[in-house]
């Protein structure tokens, strides 16, 4: 499974790489690794509002949401 890491990134940044990414695939899953409470939000918002799933789960410090359509 691909696996993007968007820690460290300012908002909009990992919202913007993970549409990227989306948008490449069109469907499939893939984890992406966040390290705010804010980044998994709003990715989560826009995973919802493209029609993918989301999961995620806390690993340490950073926050594994596996995205899936």
Do not use: H
């Not at 890491?5 to 695939?25: A, F, H, N, W």
């Amino acid at each position: 499974m691909e696996r993007i890491d968007v820690r460290g990134l300012s908002c909009p940044q990992p919202v913007v790489v993970t549409k990227k990414y989306m948008d490449t695939i069109g469907s499939g899953e893939f984890e992406i690794i966040v390290d705010t409470g804010t980044a998994r939000d709003n990715i989560t918002r826009l995973a919802g509002n493209c029609g993918w799933a989301v999961a995620n789960r806390n690993d340490g410090d950073d926050i594994l949401l596996t995205l899936k359509k």
